[in-house]
């Protein structure tokens, strides 16, 4: 019963293009590419309505979904091995943070975490586009303190700033 549930709530959620319209994207870019003038980690935000019906039926998970983006985004492919995916899956209203490599010792998953929980507050009160850009700075913090980038060093930009609806 909780399968075909949730695959109802797949099959009608909401549109990431009617939250997220052109103006909001642009404010979420605006957000990356501040960031990443304060760290050498490169920071994804990506965002999902729902996953195919097959992918419901079969039980793939906003978890299992957001690395198999994170692959095929290519965030992993940073010099640093420091790239950050944020994702947000809508029909199963989760939030995802998966990270590379060089943060693993240095970020735990309860400060993940937190990053989570504070974006699924403000995402309740309404507030997309604030929630996505408030996520985004914590997520800079955290690189900023582990990758930080020094005043006189170039901002060598490996992946896309903006945001990718899927």
Not at 92 to 108: L, M, P, T
């Amino acid at each position: 019963m909780a399968r075909l549930g949730r695959l109802f709530r797949h099959l009608f959620a909401p549109s990431s293009r009617r939250l997220f319209p052109e103006d909001r994207l642009k404010r979420i870019t605006a957000a990356v590419v501040a960031g990443e003038r304060r760290h050498r980690a490169e920071i994804c935000f990506a965002v999902e309505s729902a996953l195919s019906p097959a992918a419901v039926w079969a039980g793939v998970d906003a978890r299992a979904e957001a690395q198999a983006v994170f692959a095929r985004l290519g965030v992993w492919d940073t010099e640093a091995n420091n790239g950050v995916l944020l994702y947000l899956l809508l029909a199963d209203h989760r939030i995802e943070i998966v990270a590379d490599r060089g943060f693993d010792g240095r970020v735990s998953d309860a400060q993940w975490r937190g990053v989570c929980e504070r974006m699924a507050d403000r995402l309740r009160a309404g507030d997309a586009d604030a929630a996505v850009v408030e996520a985004i700075e914590a997520l800079s913090d955290l690189a900023a303190r582990h990758f930080p980038r020094e005043a006189d060093e170039a901002d060598t930009n490996e992946l896309p700033d903006d945001p990718h609806l899927l």
